[in-house]
């Protein structure tokens, strides 16, 4: 599954974001054949097509799709040169598909700031410059062990030529995400600062509404995009029944929780999308990759999907609900039946055909 590694100084609201993240139940819940790891935690992607479609066939439950978050401790100032950035630190971060950076906004002065004083974009540039630091190190060691293998015709030219330019890149101070490079030839190394990032600013309940101020945090990181969430209130959000987390959301000006918003915007940058099924037992969203085709996304629900597809019977999710009915939306000419070449689209409802 994929996963989105939550990084931070110490001290800005990691562990309690991620207490939130864990104390959902989702999985218990939901996915009882699941693997539960203490280290991850999982949020729901809201999606209000599950209920309506759950309407349409009488569906007993709703399984959206989910977000995997690796809760990844340990980065701190001068982290690269040993201080704490331990190997567990780098694999854990290296599998992460995307990297979420918590960055502290809130204002208590009863929680210490690691240096001294709150400032996000000083935070922002401290954890850049490990991330930088780190990836150059695997450069530094990587490119003598590539000009080998180049002069012994053992990898392309381009490999070498790649990982150079990366190291350019790193030394002006920038993070490879940020530049237009290609990294595949070089994708083996796992550079930390080439992944996806999403920031999390964790600040006062009252900035929440505040659109000035987060325009301001927003720039320090655009175009990358930023999550605004109060840490704390996330975590006292996830002990009350729904309809008191809304309201209590609504007099907060929200909404949507901030795991949620979370979810979405980490579901997004990751370049993934859903299709959906239904029928009595369950309406469900199934995630897939835009751009994936139609036997890819069976086999997502079963390798032998894939394998024996024939076709997919498929409706958007607009026609079908305007419709009422699969019924109806057959009678209005709604329903399709698409191939194997067939590129699956954003609320896609699907049924799929296939030899076992
Ligand atoms: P970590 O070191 O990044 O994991 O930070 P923690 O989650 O342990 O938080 C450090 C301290 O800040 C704890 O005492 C938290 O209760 C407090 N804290 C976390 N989030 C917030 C917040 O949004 N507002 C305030 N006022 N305190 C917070």
Redesign the pocket.
């Known amino acids: 599954a994929l996963t989105i590694g939550i990084v931070?100084?110490?001290?800005?609201?990691?562990?309690?974001?991620?207490?939130a993240l864990t104390k959902n139940t989702v999985l218990a819940a939901n996915y009882p054949f699941a693997t539960i790891e203490p280290n991850i935690g999982v949020v729901e992607l809201p999606d209000e097509r599950l209920e309506r479609l759950a309407e349409i066939f009488g569906s007993e439950r709703i399984l959206p799709a989910t977000v995997s978050f690796v809760d990844i401790?340990g980065i701190v100032k001068g982290a690269s040169e040993g201080e704490g950035l331990g190997n567990q630190f780098l694999a854990n971060i290296r599998e992460a598909d995307a990297i979420a950076q918590?960055v502290?906004g809130?204002?208590?002065p009863?929680?210490v700031h690691v240096d001294g004083e709150v400032s996000p974009k000083s935070d922002l540039e401290t954890i850049n410059t490990e991330l930088i630091l780190a990836d150059l190190q695997t450069l530094e060691k990587a490119i003598p062990r590539y000009e080998k293998e180049l002069k012994g015709k053992r990898i392309d030219a381009s490999v070498l030529d790649t990982a150079n330019a990366a190291r350019d890149i790193l030394n002006e101070g920038k993070l490879l995400s940020s530049s237009a490079l290609d990294l595949e030839p070089i994708r083996e190394l796992g550079l930390l600062s080439a992944k996806p990032f999403i920031y999390v600013f964790?600040?006062?309940e009252d900035v929440l509404g505040d659109e000035a101020k987060l325009a301001e945090l927003a720039a320090l990181v655009a175009p990358a995009k930023a999550v605004f969430l109060?840490?704390?209130?996330e975590s006292e959000l996830i002990d009350l029944p729904k309809e008191e987390a809304a309201e209590l959301l609504a007099s907060l000006g929200q909404d949507e929780s901030g795991l949620d918003q979370l979810a979405r915007v980490g579901f997004d940058t990751l370049g993934l999308q859903t299709y959906l099924t239904a029928g009595p037992k369950e309406a469900r969203a199934w995630t897939i990759n835009k751009g994936d085709k139609a036997p890819q996304a069976a086999g997502v629900i079963h390798t032998d999907f894939e394998r024996g597809f024939i076709k997919a019977e498929i409706v958007s999710f607009e026609d079908l609900s305007a419709a009422g009915s699969m019924q109806d939306a057959k009678a209005a000419g709604k329903v399709r039946m698409e191939g194997k070449d067939y590129v699956m689209q954003d609320g896609d409802v699907v049924e799929f055909r296939f030899n076992v």
């Open positions: 931070g100084l110490p001290n800005v609201g990691k562990s309690t974001l991620f207490n401790a918590v502290r809130f204002n208590d009863d929680v964790n600040i006062d109060d840490a704390q209130t």
